[in-house]
């Protein structure tokens, strides 16, 4: 009934649409099944949390969907579309078309993913120069309006800085403003407030949250933290050593898990308060 709901008020076609998906790592010892036949939909303008402790597989699931699986892993089944295209049939010279102009990765760790030779300024821009073919003036001040966008103060002054220079929650901030930059379908952000503190963690949340309010993308959010998904996701699927054991409106996990493992994360969790939006109808 749910998933109806998610569909009528979304549109015909999810945004991300993962089926029958398994993944493989290799390891010296042999190789090891650590994603098993999962799926998972994000609608339009809809936040979705993946959610389950390390190693559990979910950022593995998020991370095939951009193609950017590591090494030693490969997908052995599975269907993933974004919209109409199926994301598995192209090549990587297709993909890369795909990775930035429809589809953005903010990582956990912005100051490792930052070039610390580069200034921000350029690092916001670049995306522009390179897909849309602007010119080193035109993307830089593109650049000073994304910086603005994501509340980055003296943006002019900031833009001419170093990754160094800039907080943990600027670092982060610079990191979604590159994100948006070609107005992407999909943001899937891997964890992006974990080395931030509770304060910081909120703003960037906040600003997440306004991001899909007034762009209309939708957010793929992988975490282990429930508190975050009660302040930030629409829906939620949690998962356990390579499988999605539940999934459902935010609401609905909160007040209802039906998963004993559900049960056990709500339990260690400590003040996970309801969600923000509980009872509001989207």
């Known amino acids: 009934m749910i998933e109806n709901r998610r569909h009528a008020i979304s549109g015909s076609l999810p945004t991300l649409s993962i089926s029958g998906l398994s993944i493989e790592f290799g390891r010296r010892a042999g190789i090891t099944r650590v994603v098993r036949d999962v799926g998972l939909k994000v609608w339009p303008g809809e936040i979705v949390g993946l959610i389950g402790e390390s190693g559990s597989g979910k950022t593995l699931m998020a991370l095939s969907a951009l193609r950017m699986l590591p090494k030693r ?59 849309r073919g602007m010119s080193v003036r035109a993307a830089a001040s593109a650049a000073l309006k994304l910086l603005a966008s994501v509340r980055i103060p003296q943006p002019a002054l900031r833009a001419s800085e170093y990754p160094h220079q800039f907080s943990g929650g600027m670092q982060q901030r610079a990191m979604i403003a590159m994100g948006l930059a070609l107005n992407p379908e999909l943001l899937i952000a891997d964890e992006p407030t974990t080395a931030l503190d509770v304060t910081v963690q909120a703003q960037v949340l906040k600003l997440l949250r306004e991001i899909r309010d007034s762009s209309g993308a939708s957010i793929l959010f992988i975490t282990h933290d429930l508190g975050v998904v009660a302040q930030l996701c629409d829906w939620v699927y949690v998962m356990r050593e390579g499988e999605v054991v539940e999934t459902g409106a935010v609401v609905d996990i909160f007040t209802a898990p039906r998963a004993d493992y559900t049960r056990m994360l709500l339990a260690a969790t400590p003040r996970v308060r309801s969600p923000i939006h509980l009872g509001a109808d989207r």
């Open 73 to 131: 892993a490969r997908i052995i089944s599975g269907v993933i579309k974004l919209g109409p295209t199926p994301l598995l049939d192209l090549s990587e010279r297709e993909m890369r078309e795909i990775r930035g102009e429809r589809t953005a990765l903010i990582p956990q760790d912005a100051l490792q993913a930052l070039n610390p030779t580069m200034r921000i300024g350029r690092q916001v821009g670049e995306p522009l120069e390179l897909h």
